[in-house]
C-alpha cells in the first residue's frame, strides 16, 4: 500500500467511526449472508458478539497499517484462528465484497474511486496473509 492509501483507509475508518458499530456490523453481516447463506453456520457466538469482533479486528488493523512487518504476524495468527472455526480461502472473496459494499454504504458521497481503490489493496493484503497463512 502507499502512503496515500493507508493515509485513505485511516481517514475514511475515522469517519466511520462514529457510527453505531453494531450498526456496522449488522449492515456487513446482513450483506454477507444474503450473498454467502451458507456462511452464517461458521459463526457459533452471537451475531452482536461477532459485529463487535469485526470492527475491533478492522480497527486494529487500520491503525497499524503504518507498520505492516508486526502486522503480518498477527494476521497470520488470526487467519489460523479462523481457519478452526472453519474458514477456507474461497471465503475471502465473499468476505471482501461484504467489506467494500458495507464501507461504500457508511462513507456515501465521500466514497471516491481512490479510497475504494485504497481499501481494496488493504483488502488484498490481509486476505492474502490470511490465505497464504493456512496453506501448509
Known amino acids: 500500500m502507499s502512503n496515500e492509501q493507508i493515509r485513505l483507509v485511516k481517514n475514511s475508518w475515522r469517519y466511520l467511526q462514529g457510527i453505531d458499530p453494531y450498526l456496522l456490523g449488522d ?3 446482513s450483506f454477507l449472508f444474503l450473498e454467502e447463506p451458507s456462511l452464517e453456520r461458521l459463526f457459533k457466538s452471537s451475531i452482536i458478539e461477532q459485529q463487535k469482533k469485526l470492527i475491533d479486528m478492522l480497527s486494529y488493523i487500520v491503525m497499524r497499517l503504518d507498520n505492516l512487518d ?3 504476524k498477527e494476521i497470520q495468527e488470526l487467519a489460523i484462528r479462523h481457519e478452526e472455526y472453519g474458514t477456507k480461502p474461497k471465503h475471502y472473496e465473499s468476505v471482501g465484497k461484504a467489506l467494500l459494499w ?3 454504504k457508511g462513507l456515501g458521497k465521500d466514497w471516491t474511486y481512490d479510497t475504494e481503490e485504497a481499501w481494496k489493496s488493504c483488502y488484498d493484503i490481509i ?3 490470511m490465505i497464504s497463512a493456512t496453506k501448509n
Do not use: G, P
Open 27 to 29: 449492515v456487513f453481516y
Open 70 to 72: 508486526i502486522l503480518t
Open 127 to 129: 486476505s492474502n496473509t
Open 102 to 104: 458495507t464501507l461504500r
